[in-house]
């Protein structure tokens, strides 16, 4: 175990902090995402207006099957990238920024040394390597003291398995750790020199007593971490520091300008999408599949996560399937080159083609029913051992076939997730739709014919990096009130469900459902 963390230097992001300006200082705000696929940055203005966006590809390293891994030092890249990139809009001077907010995927893992650089690449939230150390955990834990004291269920996600996989297979990197961080707060940490972590990473870390609001003793010491490596916890609003004078030569942000402790993404993206009173639901196709439910009190369920809202005193429950947009790329490069290349020649996009073809053809594929489980899955399965499959596969089938099938596999977990709510008595009073696969309208449609739902799409709506911005305007104080949010959210459309396919996809919901359970034994079987 390693020795207490030597201490980083944090001063000059605090003291720039304290002399903060306020509002007056500027009528922008700047918020960025630290995405699985990219990393985005936004500029709004308080009026509503979305100034200027940009955005940088990540990478996403899969060294060894069901591993998923990033470099932080590329999401640090990316950031000057794309900070760089708004700033030189004619719109935007760095003087005109008011505050910062940071987003991104939770709880993917960095680790610090002492100099406080990353140790090794972080170890992202889908990432499925630590299954023998799950089982270790809730053998040494119990289940149910797991799920009553996080309010949640030891699963891939779970950052605990993780540092005992590094215990034992990276010995030497883990003696070297100094300090356990996200991917949001990483780049807090390289704008500020503030060592901190936002609420949402801690609950759904595992280690975190959702009760109590403090790291648990008895779950640190279950994966033999001091609590020495884990920064102090803030709130999404709150303020940690603000941008020090090396990463504004970096940036070409003013030095001095306020950072808050920012928003995971899927919370951020629920925030920006006007997912504020209760009933609300969104459902977010990003690279993974969020779906997010708002609710004034908590329910706790095994087979869901929650959240703290960004709102304060509210909650989201939501769930989070490993793979939604990420599965559809992958099958579009792996299996469409020719689309791809004659997209890139004419400037086109492969996807926007292979919509065209997929949506030709008859609901449910000719009776293909895919299972999305790439990485395994998280949410409602909290399965790490799941695996893709297609079933129903014939000789008459085209890869347009498969293709609209992934589509509709996507779906089925929505409406899996839908199931669970209603479970628990949380109906659904409105469905709203953003970001990545929700510009497809073949998409949306699908999902609103699975949901048996009118599915509400939001145009132009930056998602998570708009939540990180407006929450960074509630820390300085640039608006009067949450509600405030509404000023940016625009209606492109809604999907109707078309009753006349809802037979259909009722019949084939319940083959994906069951084919889950009948394959379940097999699949650990050939997980080794």
Request: charged share 20%; net charge negative; with cysteine.
């Amino acid at each position: 175990m390693p020795s207490p963390p030597a201490p980083l230097p944090q001063g000059e992001g605090r003291k720039a902090a304290q002399n903060a300006p306020s509002k007056s200082a500027g009528a922008l705000l700047l918020g960025l995402d630290i995405g699985t696929s990219s990393v985005k940055a936004v500029v709004c203005a308080t009026d509503g207006r979305i100034v200027c966006q940009a955005s940088a590809a990540n990478a996403l390293l899969a060294p060894a099957p069901g591993w998923a891994e990033q470099r932080p030092d590329e999401w640090w890249a990316n950031a000057v990238t794309t900070l760089r990139a708004c700033l030189a809009h004619p719109d935007v001077t760095a003087s005109q920024i008011a505050a910062v907010g940071v987003t991104g995927m939770l709880p993917a893992l960095v680790l610090l040394g002492a100099d406080g650089a990353p140790l090794r690449p972080s170890i992202q939230q889908n990432d499925a390597r630590a299954l023998a150390e799950i089982e270790t955990l809730a053998a040494a834990v119990g289940p149910e003291t797991f799920f009553a004291k996080t309010g949640a269920t030891l699963s891939q996600q779970s950052i605990g398995p993780k540092l005992l996989w590094l215990q034992t297979h990276e010995p030497d990197a883990w003696a070297l750790a100094r300090t356990l961080l996200g991917s949001y707060d990483f780049i807090n940490f390289r704008l500020t020199g503030v060592l901190s972590i936002e609420q949402n990473w801690a609950l759904e870390s595992g280690l975190y007593d959702i009760r109590s609001r403090q790291w648990s003793p008895e779950l640190l010491a279950a994966v033999n971490t001091p609590a020495s490596l884990l920064p102090p916890v803030r709130g999404a609003h709150e303020v940690i520091g603000a941008v020090t004078a090396g990463a504004a030569r970096e940036t070409g942000l003013r030095a001095g300008t306020p950072v808050v402790a920012g928003s995971a993404d899927h919370i951020g993206a629920a925030l920006a999408a006007g997912v504020t009173e209760d009933g609300d639901l969104l459902v977010k196709i990003g690279s993974a599949g969020d779906i997010l439910y708002c609710c004034e009190t908590p329910v706790l369920d095994r087979r869901l996560y929650i959240d703290y809202h960004d709102v304060p005193g509210k909650y989201l429950l939501n769930g989070c399937m490993a793979t939604s947009g990420s599965l559809l790329r992958w099958y579009v490069q792996q299996f469409c080159p020719d689309v791809l290349a004659e997209a890139a020649a004419a400037g086109t996009s492969a996807y926007a083609t292979m919509d065209a073809r997929a949506a030709v053809l008859p609901p449910g594929s000719k009776r293909l029913v895919v299972l999305p489980y790439f990485l395994g899955e998280k949410t409602p399965l909290l399965d790490p051992y799941a695996r893709g499959s297609i079933l129903g596969l014939t000789l008459f089938h085209t890869r347009e076939h498969v293709y609209r099938a992934i589509l509709e596999a996507v779906a089925y977990g929505f409406r899996h997730h839908v199931d669970v709510l209603r479970e628990r008595g949380c109906e659904p009073k409105r469905v709203l739709i953003s970001e990545g696969g929700a510009a497809s309208a073949l998409w949306r449609q699908i999902t609103a014919d699975v949901l048996q739902r009118p599915v509400t799409y939001l145009r132009d709506n930056p998602g998570s990096a708009l939540g990180a911005a407006f929450v960074a305007g509630i820390g300085v104080g640039a608006f009067a009130s949450w509600d405030d949010i509404t000023r940016f959210v625009a209606v492109e459309g809604t999907a109707a469900p078309n009753p006349d396919n809802a037979a259909l996809y009722d019949e084939l919901y319940a083959i994906y459902r069951d084919a889950y359970e009948h394959l379940k034994p097999d699949f650990r079987r050939l997980a080794g």
